[in-house]
């Protein structure tokens, strides 16, 4: 009887050994999915769109674009000449309110024209200005800069901006010849001095 108890008593004591060791690894095979389901929200915040999750950056490619085209109006928009005069009839403004001024679709492929004209030549002159910009950084990059050099470069800038002011305001003349006296009349009814609405639509 007493081996009998002894044995019984080995064995609880064996069953609760047992049922201690399998509790915390029954745990840590739970706590992977738990540990996942706490640090996703945590990682995410939300759930991921389906072009962040491919690309990283929701509209990646589209940013980069729409970025480039921003960019060229900003620089054209910096220009103090152009800001101040983009509103009083240079292209892309009067195309951009075609229905308040009531333009023909003459005046509008005359317009169009006239910007893609623009554009082409703005085009030529900023490469030129970029050009005449990393020749005074080449001049500069010495122990003794060509101060020389650098003011005929620094000069070159000047006399391009002030080609592409000329031709600026040479395409907002013949926009406005465009218009006739009514057009003209709503053209100055318009608001000025509005950024964005310059020779780009």
């Known amino acids: 009887m007493k081996k009998m108890n002894v044995l019984l008593a080995n064995l609880m004591i064996a069953a609760f050994l047992i049922m201690g060791f399998a509790q915390p690894a ?27 999750q491919k690309t990283g950056m929701p509209g990646k490619k589209m940013g980069m ?15 103090p000449v152009i800001k101040s005069l983009h509103s009083y009839g240079c292209p892309g403004f009067l195309l951009k309110h075609t229905a308040e001024l009531g333009l023909t679709d003459a005046q509008t ?28 950084q080449e ?9 020389g050099k650098v003011k005929s470069f620094v000069k070159k800038i000047d006399d391009l901006q002030q080609q592409l002011h000329t031709q600026f305001l040479n395409t907002l003349i013949k926009a406005r010849k465009s218009l006739d006296s009514q057009q003209l009349s709503k053209l100055n009814a318009l608001p000025k001095g509005m950024p964005g609405h310059g020779m780009m639509k």
Do not use: C, W, Y
């Open 26 to 52: 029954a745990a840590q095979q739970k706590m992977p999915k738990q540990g996942t389901k706490r640090m996703m929200p945590q990682q995410s915040g939300t759930q991921m769109p389906m072009n962040m």
């Open 65 to 79: 674009k729409m970025g480039h085209k921003n960019m060229e109006m900003m620089q054209m928009m910096s220009d």
């Open 109 to 136: 492929k005359t317009l169009n024209n006239l910007e893609l004209e623009f554009k082409k030549a703005a085009t030529k002159i900023k490469a030129e200005i970029k050009v005449a910009s990393l020749d005074i």
């Open 139 to 147: 001049a500069m990059n010495t122990n003794q800069p060509d101060f």
